[in-house]
């Protein structure tokens, strides 16, 4: 075989694909995407539990006030995730995260809301990581909203010395 080059390899493997810089990652998959949209509406859930018998337990303003209206907000995420795994035609989780029963077994209800803030935090970590993954506009709008209310929650938890 003279005249005739041997086959060249790859500089690097397919599978070192996930080594790459964020820069070059691409849209979530549909399975990422739905488990990401799962998780965050099991954590929505759980969020809301948690602020509605806290709220109810503690009629002490402003603390009462502030976890109503992040129950408010809580159940809105939970109906617009709920709907956006709908359009992916998957079944929505109806399950609280373990967020629930570990908030919960906390009795002091300053401590609660600590938790609970790290818990909106937590949303606002995995959101920022996810959005330039989210191709899809509409989803990549709801969740966009979704951040700057937890960010918003955040500022009126942390106003009121919550940590």
């Not at 709220?55 to 408010?72: C, G, M």
Request: with cysteine.
């Amino acid at each position: 075989m003279v005249g005739k080059e041997p086959p060249r390899g790859y500089s690097s493997p397919a599978c070192s694909l996930h080594e790459l810089q964020n820069g070059y990652r691409t849209y979530l998959s549909v399975t990422e995407l739905v488990a990401l949209l799962q998780e965050l509406l099991e954590g929505e859930i759980a969020g809301a539990r948690v602020c509605l018998q806290s709220a109810r337990e503690e009629a002490a303003e402003p603390y009462a006030s502030v976890l109503r209206q992040i129950h408010r907000d809580e159940a809105r995420w939970c109906d617009m995730l709920a709907r956006q795994i709908q359009r992916l035609d998957i079944t929505p989780s109806s399950a609280a995260g373990a967020f629930w029963q570990k908030a919960m077994t906390i009795e002091n209800l300053r401590e609660r809301m600590a938790l609970l803030n790290r818990g909106q935090g937590w949303v606002v970590r995995k959101l920022r990581e996810a959005l330039p993954y989210v191709g899809d506009e509409s989803l990549k709008s709801d969740l966009t909203e979704m951040l700057q209310a937890h960010e918003v929650n955040i500022a009126k938890l942390t106003a009121l010395g919550v940590d």
